[in-house]
């Protein structure tokens, strides 16, 4: 075993024997692909260490016996295999060797075939070269013949045409078209009969665009179609539609741009003022003569925007229904053949909109000639009603029922911008004029109040901004944005002018200086309000819209002023008649209003004492307050003092009708009292305030109810004294006939007759409606069986009941 042993471990240890050798520092300079053997026994031999020469051939002779018996140790382990490796080799060898025979075999044969080949091959390349040359000449000649043909033609129809003197232009182009396609064909230069026909082609082609353009541009100044239809046949048959049309809406739009240049150029506007006037020794040209040329200029220049853009149109229109005769192409399709080109309509349009606006920025921002900006922006208004009658004159003239109109609403808003520099000037200094005219009529603060004729200024300044721009609805919109920034200034300065504190509600004294204060105020704002509001039926119907707000406010201002001086008098006025709750006359007392009453109830009675202080405040009203208001609220005139009188005595005839209703007993006498009384009401009304005519509702329902009082309770059902009257007073009143066991809602509710007025304020009819309901519903019970339950109660449910 142990020799086994060290048979089968001697060629492992050779193994690690070997790789300690390879992967040892020693040993590795002679691994390098640059190992110098020379340099390293060179170095070796001249090295001082202890280790000599001899030691390290020592070394490296054992390391080489060691990797000798590593070696021979490695042949032995794999010497079969070694030996199979060897056989295939000799195998591959022989294989080789039988490839070499073939390919040899190969070669000789491929010679041998490419000898016999090889003449039959070059006589077939001859022969085809000499086919190919021929077929070039034959092609060339027949190009040559078919154009000595085209042209020929074309001599006998300009020769025929000489001789007629018309030319049909169309099949001339096509002749010169076909031509063109033969030269792009075939190359012919350098043959003289093709060279010879080169000077009458060009004469020909001269000829025929020359006629072609006359023929467009008369076609276009007559808006012909037949003969624009026939130029455009001929540049199609030239293949030059497309740049033709581009060309011919540039060159429009181009021509525009150089005309209004030259009508805002100053040295040429002063020129010509000096030219027309005849020149002289002074300044050239008067500013007068200069600005009436600076416009007639411009008119021109928007004449011919508006002659070019009709005639694009034209010329679109046109393209929009010609198509070729023989291959049916639509010419609009040749011109602009993607979604994406542009139509020579809005090619034009961007060129000219692009120069106008130009045109104008560089007269708006010029150093020199200032005249004409000054004179654009001063006189803004003429130039925006150039620029719209222009825009209003392409769409007159283009309209018609198979295309649509030469400007659409983007092109028209652009056209209008171009401008947009003078339009923004004129504003801020038709602004800084309507602002100064309203610090002139309401300066502001405690200042003294402005002179009629400071107002009157203001108030024409107004209507000639509105008037100035009245013949534009987009200038008049802007400028009624201006005027309603103006007068919304009035109302807050005005605001701040009014007075103020206690002095406004002291209605029981002559009108004081708070008072004639803000009433003076309420008829400035008011006659500024109707001076503006007199405009509105002249302008347009948006800048009428703009100016809506602004007046609004202004006559909000107005009321403002005055509100609480009507307010005191209004609430003085109800407390008069509030005291109707506590006239003994009323209840069948014994008061010198009941006195003298006939058995028949027809003697007279006096009017009672609450009526007696209500006749006198409306008296004291009309004379220390109403009489200060210009117009007067008498006057039919609509103004801000006869809306409140309006107010005012409605709210006076309703707010009697409703306490009246609540009085409870009212005996027989008590009505004929309250009647006499609600008369003399109606006549103080009518007499110190408005005709009751004028008010309406207020006024059929005083006197429905002054007939309510002596219609029996039988025949109330469908009466059309009810339609008159709101469903609550008729209730309330139908109390007063019901049983005292029927409590009214305020006195179940333990509320007086004003507390139960002010709740009635705050809530609408159907939520009073459920309050008399529920009322009606809690005492049924306890009135059952009182008399008079049976007559009132049902009717006083029915009319209860939710609508």
Same mark, same amino acid.
């Not at 000829?207 to 199609?236: N, T």
């Not at 103006?486 to 509600?505: C, N, W």
């Given at each position: ?11 492992? /240890? ?53 990797? @000798? ?73 027949r190009h040559v013949t078919h154009r000595l043909k085209l042209v020929q033609k074309l001599r006998q129809q300009m020769a025929a045409a000489d001789g007629a003197g018309v030319l049909e232009v169309a099949k001339a182009a096509k ?7 033969? @030269? ?41 179609q037949a003969d624009v239809g026939s130029a455009l046949q001929v540049l199609y048959n030239l293949n030059e539609l497309q740049q033709a049309v581009v060309q011919l809406a540039e060159q429009a739009a181009a021509s525009f741009g ?125 130039? /925006? ?112 002018? /009014? ?106 009675? @006096? ?122 007073e008729v209730l309330h009143h139908l109390y007063s006939r019901a049983p005292a066991e029927l409590q009214s809602p305020h006195t179940r509710s333990s509320l007086t007759p004003a507390q139960y007025s002010l709740w009635l304020d ?42």
């Amino acid at each position: 075993m142990g020799k086994g042993g060290k048979t089968n471990d001697g060629p492992q /240890a050779l193994h690690m024997q070997a790789h300690e050798l390879l992967t040892s520092d020693k040993f590795k300079p002679f691994q390098s692909d640059s190992f110098d053997a020379a340099e390293f026994a060179s170095r070796s031999l001249q090295s001082e260490s202890h280790t000599t020469a001899q030691a390290q051939t020592e070394q490296l002779q054992a390391g080489v016996t060691a990797l @000798d018996a590593a070696l021979r140790q490695l042949v032995l382990q794999h010497q079969g295999e070694l030996i199979a490796q060897t056989a295939r080799l000799t195998e591959a060898e022989s294989a080789v060797q039988r490839i070499g025979l073939s390919v040899r075999s190969l070669q000789m044969v491929a010679a041998r075939v490419k000898a016999e080949v090889a003449e039959p091959y070059q006589v077939v390349a001859t022969q085809t070269r000499q086919l190919m040359n021929l077929q070039a000449t034959v092609d060339l000649l027949r190009h040559v013949t078919h154009r000595l043909k085209l042209v020929q033609k074309l001599r006998q129809q300009m020769a025929a045409a000489d001789g007629a003197g018309v030319l049909e232009v169309a099949k001339a182009a096509k002749l010169l078209s076909e031509i063109a396609a033969v @030269d792009a064909e075939a190359d012919l230069c350098g043959i003289a009969a093709v060279e010879a026909d080169a000077e009458f082609l060009q004469t020909a082609a001269a000829v025929v665009r020359s006629q072609s353009e006359a023929a467009l541009k008369s076609g276009l100044e007559c808006l012909s179609q037949a003969d624009v239809g026939s130029a455009l046949q001929v540049l199609y048959n030239l293949n030059e539609l497309q740049q033709a049309v581009v060309q011919l809406a540039e060159q429009a739009a181009a021509s525009f741009g150089r005309e209004l240049a030259a009508a805002l150029d100053p040295r040429k506007l002063t020129a010509s003022s000096v030219t027309a006037g005849g020149g002289g020794g002074g300044l050239p040209g008067s500013a007068a003569k200069v600005q009436e040329v600076l416009w007639d200029r411009l008119g021109g220049a928007l004449e011919q925007l508006q002659r070019s853009a009709i005639q694009v149109w034209h010329l679109q229109r046109v393209l929009l229904k010609k198509r070729d005769p023989l291959s049916h192409t639509l010419f609009l399709d040749v011109v602009a053949p993607k979604e994406s080109d542009p139509l020579p309509l809005e090619r034009f349009w961007a060129k000219a909109i692009a120069a106008m606006s130009d045109g104008f920025a560089g007269a708006f921002a010029t150093a020199r000639g200032g005249f004409v900006r000054d004179s654009l922006i001063g006189s803004y208004p003429r130039l /925006a009603g150039l620029l719209e009658a222009a825009a209003a004159r392409v769409l007159r003239d283009s309209s018609a029922r198979d295309v649509a109109a030469a400007l659409d609403d983007d092109q028209v808003d652009a056209l209008l911008e171009a401008a947009g520099d003078f339009e923004n000037a004129y504003k801020a200094q038709a602004l800084a004029r309507l602002s100064e005219a309203a610090s002139a009529a309401f300066p502001g603060g405690s200042r003294g109040l402005c002179s009629a004729a400071d107002l009157q200024k203001s108030i024409a300044r107004l209507h000639e901004e509105l008037k100035a721009a009245s013949g534009s609805p987009r200038l008049a919109l802007m400028v009624a944005g201006t005027v309603g920034q103006a007068l919304v200034m009035m109302a807050g300065k005005a605001e701040y002018m /009014a007075g103020s504190g206690p002095d406004l509600r002291a209605v029981a004294t002559p009108c004081n200086a708070a008072q004639l204060r803000n009433i003076a105020l309420c008829n400035c704002l008011q006659e500024v309000h109707r001076s503006a509001a007199g405009m509105l039926g002249r302008l347009p119907p948006a800048a009428a819209e703009a100016l809506a707000g602004p007046l609004a406010e202004l006559q909000a201002a107005a009321v403002a002023a005055v509100a609480p001086i009507f307010r005191a008098l209004v609430e003085g006025m109800e407390e008069a008649l509030v005291h109707m709750h506590s006239t003994p006359a009323y209840a069948g007392g014994t008061g010198s209003s009941a006195a003298g009453a006939g058995a028949a109830g027809a003697a007279l009675v @006096d009017t009672s004492p609450y009526m007696h202080d209500l006749a006198r405040q409306l008296t004291h009203c009309r004379l220390e307050f109403l009489s200060k208001f210009n117009p007067s609220p008498v006057s039919p005139v609509p103004s801000v003092a006869r809306s409140l009188v309006e107010r005012m005595a409605a709210r006076l005839l309703l707010f009697a009708v409703r306490h009246a209703s609540l009085l409870r007993p009212l005996p027989q006498n008590g009505k004929l009292q309250l009647a006499k009384d609600l008369a003399e009401l109606e006549a103080a009304v009518g007499q110190h305030l408005l005709p009751l005519e004028q008010l309406g509702g207020p006024a059929r329902a005083l006197r429905a109810f002054r007939r309510l009082l002596f219609v029996e309770s039988a025949d109330l059902e469908g009466s059309p004294v009810l339609k008159e009257l709101p469903r609550p007073e008729v209730l309330h009143h139908l109390y007063s006939r019901a049983p005292a066991e029927l409590q009214s809602p305020h006195t179940r509710s333990s509320l007086t007759p004003a507390q139960y007025s002010l709740w009635l304020d705050g809530h609408s009819e159907a939520e009073t409606l459920k309050f008399i309901r529920t009322a009606l519903d809690a005492c049924a019970s306890k009135a059952k069986a009182a008399d008079g339950f049976e007559a009132t109660f049902p009717l006083m449910k029915r009319l209860a009941a939710a609508p």
